[in-house]
């Protein structure tokens, strides 16, 4: 392969692969590495160390622990068995003849994929350790393959052996295979730091909003252990009331009377005292427990609990419905009730089909649920009863039958309703004839008792909204997507508006909010460029202040790059939101080659930190990165998001090419030769489609991407119901034009762009059928392509040994044609370069 689509000589394909094997002149030249920083003599005996059975365990320990927190920086101390310890800076001919255990800290900087070989010379008993972890040493000294990055080596040594001076030297496979070494405690940000810094998962606030409780995730791979704790915070004073470790919570919350915190775990409801601490086990070892929320008087915990099907048939298998394909639409959930004096458990509700719990009215009478009926006669083939249930005796009062809805509320009058601009019982569409509303464009509704009628109180309300929770005073807080930004909007329901609420972060991952007059809101998420901040929020004031900040504990060493706002307007006269990103040494004297993300599938890509594409993380590896918001997206009013109806990419794609176009006329930094371009699902449709219409890109991933609508629609067990909303109305039958004309690979024939196919294996939602039609299209077409298969993930790559592969082979493809770098590629799959 090449990145100019020249057809090689297999020799020479296997001249590169090899190239480890190449004449001495090719190698490159050793690096002399004369500073570092030292800490030590330590407080061990040596002679009793090297005779333990537990050496290595110590060993490891040592370096785990000095790989907690901040980078090693000369001045930090550490204190071991009271004595006061320093790192130095210092030079490897300072080590002295004692024989007295010390550690050596060096940073490695690296802006390739590079392998190569570092010797220590004249060193007693040295062990190098990597990311924490041990490196053998061999003939030649530690072998090292280090990705694009920054890293840190510890060395643990006896002092020095023998009269010459110790030396540290870098010996580079090849001439490329350089590096950096220095001790500047500044790093770049790495897949290990976004997957395994400590977050907040989850949080309760209690009613009267003193103490918040915090579930805390993060990952320690030296130690290959999961962490989790809980923390229970005064939010007056600041101080931690009680923490404990734990397993994650699936949920915890408060009572209304703020005597208990209900904790779930595993299998397990406990209950924890707020007065006294002492724990109480409330449901134990219940399997299937789902959802849950308090009862209004305190007294009793109403929850989801769900019996799976046992077929009795193994041999065959009958599906009933198109949900019927859906793992564990068999199961059948129902609601119950648990007393917390006694234990007992009473259902609430029964039947052959699984009910949703959605409220509690606040007077405790009544419950607002939901079952889904089986009814495909209009789109999006879905139909879904609500119903009140009444706690006295039991009885069903149905409201009424609704297509769709996203959620749903008790009011102080009928019902608060989320729903899609199209509701046939309400007003919420603004699109007018010429165009089909999107109904993932989800509006505020008021619902009349009846359930008859509906009237939008946001049809003029740009935002989207994906969550609505009552206030005391019967306003409402809705989670609403702004265009890049995740949103908190207040609804106002005394003077119908919508107030935005200062939450401080541009994309709000979750929020709580206690229930006295004046409540307190608590949020957390992050910015494009900080990582994740806890805030608490005056609604009153609406004004936020910072509770948390993991820039501190997480991130302090960590140098991100900007990251800038950049729209354009296309030609149809619309604005088209977007940002890119640069790398944390950004040069504008030099060019860089661009990555182009998009997702088009109705929902923006929003602002976070990161997530399963991490943006900064691909800046920090030599790249700008250009994020754009094709037309079509949600967030942006609705007729922007109606032209996701009946489209598959034909607005998509013009405001993709448009604005890669125009963003690198704008930008002198940008190499317009060396473009790549990534989606994922319907993006990954898109990077299909893209290679259809242009050779703009030099490079193109699709994960999880559609080739052909039919397959997806009929195959996928969500196609059918997704279809209903992006193909409204249209079928395989009645508009080949869409399912065959937008269809990727009935023009694979007009691809030449090299293409790397991503799936999971079991994808339920995008098959990896595919991803497979078209790798076989190039594939016979004898075009540039790769497919790679997760085995055992579904449609996001979810693992997270899997996940590291799957982000260095997304990095190492462009690095393979955008900077015609093939080692990385070749490593990572090194029967790629024997073909």
Do not use: C
């Not at 419905?321 to 199961?331: I, Q, T």
């Not at 089986?374 to 083939?381: F, G, R, S, V």
């Not at 949103?487 to 206690?514: C, K, W």
């Amino acid at each position: 392969m090449s990145r100019f689509n020249l057809r090689l000589p297999i020799p020479f394909i296997l001249l590169l692969a090899l190239s480890p094997l190449l004449l001495a002149e090719d190698a490159a030249e050793p690096i002399q590495i004369d500073e570092l920083l030292a800490l030590g003599p330590l407080p061990i005996a040596t002679d009793v160390a090297g005779r333990s059975a537990k050496r290595d365990e110590m060993a490891r320990a040592l370096v785990m622990q000095q790989m907690i927190g901040d980078m090693p920086r000369a001045g930090a101390q550490r204190e071991m068995f009271g004595q006061a310890l320093e790192w130095e800076l210092a030079s490897p001919a300072d080590l002295p003849e004692v024989d007295e255990i010390r550690l050596w800290a060096i940073h490695v900087d690296t802006e390739r994929f590079v392998r190569g070989h570092l010797r220590i010379d004249n060193v007693e008993r040295p062990r190098l350790y990597l990311a924490g972890r041990e490196v053998s040493a061999g003939d030649d000294g530690f072998e090292l393959e280090l990705r694009n990055g920054t890293h840190t080596l510890m060395i643990s040594n006896h002092g020095r052996d023998g009269d010459d001076a110790p030396l540290l030297n870098w010996q580079g496979r090849e001439v490329h295979d350089t590096a950096r070494f220095h001790v500047e405690p500044v790093r770049r940000v790495s897949p290990e730091r976004l997957t395994n810094a400590e977050t907040v998962s989850s949080k309760a606030i209690s009613p009267d909003g003193r103490y918040l409780a915090l579930a805390f995730d993060s990952r320690n791979d030296l130690a290959d252990i999961d962490i989790q704790r809980l923390e229970v915070r005064d939010l007056s004073t600041g101080r931690i009331e009680r923490q404990w470790t734990t397993n994650r919570p699936r949920a915890l919350a408060w009572s209304p009377d703020g005597a208990w915190l209900a904790v779930h775990e595993g299998n397990n409801l406990w209950l924890h005292a707020a007065d006294t601490g002492q724990a109480r086990l409330l449901l134990a070892n219940h399997e299937h427990v789902g959802g849950w929320r308090w009862h209004p008087d305190s007294g009793s915990i109403v929850f989801a609990w769900n019996a799976p099907y046992e077929d009795g048939n193994s041999k065959a298998r009958r599906i009933r419905s198109l949900e019927d394909r859906w793992a564990g639409f068999r199961d059948n959930s129902q609601i119950y009730q648990v007393d917390l004096a006694s234990g007992l458990i009473r259902p609430l509700t029964a039947g052959d089909t699984s009910v949703s719990l959605h409220d509690i009215h606040p007077d405790g009478e009544r419950l607002l649920a939901s079952e889904r009926i089986i009814d495909y006669a209009e789109p999006p083939h879905s139909l879904f009863r609500l119903f009140e249930v009444d706690l006295a005796d039991l009885e069903r009062r149905e409201i009424g039958q609704y297509r769709l809805f996203n959620g749903a509320l008790f009011a102080e009058e009928g019902y608060w309703l989320l729903a899609g601009p199209g509701l046939p019982q309400g007003d919420g569409a603004t699109t007018g004839d010429d165009l089909t509303p999107n109904e993932y464009d989800t509006q505020l509704y008021r619902l009349s008792s009846d359930g008859e009628s509906a009237r939008s109180v946001s049809r003029d309300f740009d935002p989207a909204f994906s969550g609505l929770h009552r206030l005391p005073d019967g306003d409402l807080l809705l989670p609403a997507v702004a265009g890049e930004r995740a949103i908190l909007v207040r609804y106002e329901t005394g003077r119908d508006r919508f107030v935005e609420i200062d939450t401080g972060v541009e994309v709000m991952e979750s929020f709580v909010a206690s229930e006295q007059r004046r409540p307190v809101v608590v949020v957390r998420g992050t910015d494009a460029d900080r990582p994740q901040r806890v805030h608490t929020v005056d609604l009153r004031r609406n004004r936020h202040s910072v509770l948390l900040d993991s820039v501190e504990s997480e991130y302090a060493d960590v140098n991100f790059g900007p990251v800038e706002p950049w729209s354009f307007v296309n030609d149809n006269g619309d604005e088209i939101e977007g940002r890119y990103y640069l790398p944390p040494d950004f040069d504008d004297e030099k060019e860089y080659p661009l990555i182009v993300y998009y997702y088009g599938g109705t929902t923006p890509v929003n602002r976070q930190l990161t997530g399963r594409y991490p943006f900064n993380l691909w800046a920090a590896q030599g790249y700008v990165v250009y994020v754009l918001q094709p037309r079509g997206t949600i967030g942006y009013g609705q007729e922007f998001s109606a032209l996701h109806v009946n489209a598959w990419g034909k607005y998509t794609a013009d405001d993709i090419i448009e604005g890669t176009e125009k963003f690198v006329e704008a930008h002198d930094f940008i190499d317009g030769e060396r473009i790549g371009n990534i989606g994922a699902s319907y993006g990954g449709f898109m990077t299909m489609h893209l290679a259809t219409l242009t050779d703009l890109y030099a490079a193109s991933i699709s994960h999880a991407g559609i080739s052909a609508l039919t397959s997806y629609w009929g195959e996928g067990w969500w196609g059918y119901g997704y279809s209903g909303i992006a193909s409204r109305g249209s079928f395989p039958w009645n508009n080949p034009e869409l399912y065959v004309g937008q269809s990727p690979v009935y023009s694979a024939d007009r691809i030449t762009t090299p293409l790397l196919l991503v799936t999971g294996d079991a994808d339920t939602n995008v098959p990896p059928g595919e991803s497979h039609n078209m790798y076989t299209a190039l594939k016979l077409l004898d075009r540039d392509v790769e497919l790679i298969e997760f085995p055992g993930e579904d449609h996001h790559i979810l693992d997270r040994e899997q996940r590291y592969v799957w982000w260095d082979s997304m990095l190492a493809w462009f690095d393979y044609w955008l900077k015609d770098e093939t080692e990385w590629w070749y490593h990572l799959y090194p029967e790629a370069g024997e073909e």
